[in-house]
């Protein structure tokens, strides 16, 4: 099975962990054939947070980083994504996150004021009052996991492609030193950023990372940094890419809400449309309407991963 078919068609969503499992046991096969080995780094929470790592770790000196769950679905009728700016990307959203179950609740609330008291069978109140409860149950459930969106091509399936695609291009000695992680939960506090970071830590490693996140589509080229990871930055950013490219200063609050906020010695790149206000926009994800992804971007993108692998 090729990697555009395994992220696009076979398990274009990786939500629920079966899901995670399947396509993470699919990607073993695709590295198993380029001399990989996989490596689960796991933590557990109220929920398991299981990152995947391919690489030779006593010689990877960069690692790409790509989150491969797929995020929640939100039910409303826009949504925006700022990769480079995570409390705007969370202020965006705020509506679309809970005025659905708010919704929810009150009509909760008016099923039970005004439709309860018409029935006076104990046996059908007892009944009807089970299932207030089960829906409460799905309210609580919706407001802390969600339900899984169907459709994820450009979050972060085609981040998917482009890793996989640009590992089967390297030469035996570059594979040595350049390591791959796949993420888990990277929603709010992005678990498995952490995750990686602490295991990163424990080993007492501190190695470059360019994390890709959603570069299917868009006119622009998005290069975020943190306070280490500018010179690494500026080398992607030097010379042609084929698209515009924004450079993002992503210390202080913009990587608050983001994976980059655990990493200090981090790059981002990522793909979108500027706004009115200068952000750099991803639009459709999380809803029925992800299913661009542009190959020019995938090429660009590859292309600038190579950039950083000469320099090893």
Same mark, same amino acid.
């Given at each position: #099975? ?10 274009p ?20 054939e380029?001399g ?15 990152d ?13 980083? &790509? ?42 609330l ?5 439709? &309860?008291?018409?029935?006076?069978d104990?046996?059908? !109140? ?5 299932? &207030? ?13 969600? &339900? ?16 996989v ?7 035996k ?29 424990? !080993? ?34 030097a ?10 200063? #992503? ?5 608050? !809400?983001?994976? #980059? ?11 979108g ?21 542009e ?7 590859? !292309? ?8 090893l």
């Amino acid at each position: #099975m090729d990697i555009r078919t395994l992220a696009l068609e076979q398990c274009p969503s990786r939500f629920g962990r079966r899901n995670k499992n399947r396509f993470l046991h699919a990607l073993d096969d695709l590295f198993a054939e380029q001399g990989y080995e996989g490596k689960n780094i796991d933590k557990r929470r109220l929920f398991l947070t299981r990152d995947r790592m391919y690489a030779f770790e006593k010689t990877a000196k960069l690692y790409i980083v &790509v989150p491969y769950d797929t995020p929640e679905r939100l039910f409303w009728h826009k949504t925006k994504y700022y990769p480079l700016d995570g409390n705007r990307s969370l202020n965006s959203n705020m509506l679309a996150t809970y005025v659905p179950a708010v919704i929810f609740y009150v009509l909760i609330l008016l099923f039970i004021t005004f439709v &309860v008291p018409l029935f006076e069978d104990p046996l059908i !109140q007892g009944f009807i009052n089970l299932i &207030v409860f089960i829906c409460t149950l799905l309210l609580i459930g919706l407001l802390i996991k969600g &339900v899984g969106n169907r459709r994820n091509t450009n979050r972060n399936s085609a981040a998917i492609i482009a890793a996989v695609e640009f590992m089967q291009s390297l030469n035996k000695d570059q594979k040595r030193r350049i390591g791959f992680v796949f993420t888990d939960r990277n929603r709010r506090r992005c678990d498995g950023a952490a995750v990686l970071m602490n295991y990163f830590q424990e !080993q007492k490693k501190n190695p470059d990372i360019i994390e890709l996140n959603c570069i299917g589509t868009g006119d622009t080229l998005g290069i975020g940094y943190r306070m280490h990871g500018k010179r690494l930055a500026a080398l992607l950013n030097a010379g042609k890419s084929g698209m515009k490219t924004r450079m993002s200063d #992503m210390n202080g609050d913009k990587c608050l !809400q983001t994976s #980059m906020y655990h990493y200090e010695k981090g790059v981002m790149i990522c793909c979108g449309t500027p706004d009115e206000k200068g952000g750099l926009l991803v639009s459709d994800t999380q809803c029925g309407k992800d299913r661009v992804m542009e190959e020019h971007n995938l090429d660009t993108v590859k !292309q600038l991963l190579a950039k950083a692998a000469e320099r090893l």
